[in-house]
């Protein structure tokens, strides 16, 4: 699986026992938002490459564990499971079957020396791709975007513009547009 310049691969076995435990595959890893991410050098044990820990985004509130081996540009495991979950971890009482020996708890020293993804990426990653992952997902945000608000408009008005299908707020937006537009200077308190 791959994503811009990114190779991600995991052991396909791992991945089918998360799904198993906690309903999630390591596939979701694609859809890791690295724009919301902390990160922390996994320095548990001498990998021989350095590998990193990283907590964000992903799905419904997930999280995902990766390396990445010196001087290539793939993440060589992807753990995902549910930040609920990992408060349990955190706790005194764990469920032996929910633990993962290889996606640690995220104790306390951990949150302290992780960085953000912006910071840390661009050391592990060109910054093409840094800039890449860090982009977040969805629309860009609006200069200035519209606001809710609650209004209390006629019957007919609202038959009227309901009437013609979805995006009826949309076509009231337009239509009180087009008449601010058609009266640019007129004084329009009574």
């Not at 985004?57 to 992807?78: D, G, R, T, V, Y």
């Not at 032996?96 to 104790?107: H, R």
């Not at 606001?147 to 309901?162: A, C, D, G, T, W």
Request: hydrophobic letters at 35%; glycine letters at 4%; a positive charge.
């Amino acid at each position: 699986m791959s994503t811009l310049n990114l190779e991600i691969s995991f052991d396909q076995l791992k991945s089918k026992r998360n799904e198993l435990l906690r309903g999630l595959s390591f596939n979701l890893a694609i859809q890791f938002e690295w724009s919301t991410a902390i990160i922390s050098a996994d320095i548990r044990h001498d990998y021989g490459e350095s590998r990193y820990a990283a907590m964000g985004f992903l799905a419904e509130n997930c999280m995902c564990l990766f390396s990445h081996p010196e001087k290539k540009q793939f993440i060589s495991s992807a753990f995902v499971g549910q930040i609920l979950e990992n408060r349990v971890f955190m706790s005194k009482k764990q469920n032996s079957e929910l633990v993962d020996a290889e996606n640690p708890n995220w104790t306390i020293q951990t949150f302290k020396k992780s960085r953000p993804a912006k910071e840390v990426l661009p050391k592990i990653f060109s910054n093409q791709i840094s800039q890449e992952l860090l982009k977040p997902r969805g629309r860009p945000r609006l200069e200035t975007p519209k606001e809710r608000i609650n209004i209390r408009l006629s019957y007919e008005v609202i038959q009227h513009f309901k009437s013609s299908g979805v995006g009826w707020q949309t076509r009231i937006d337009a239509a009180l547009r087009e008449f601010i537009q058609s009266k640019p200077n007129s004084d329009l308190r009574r």
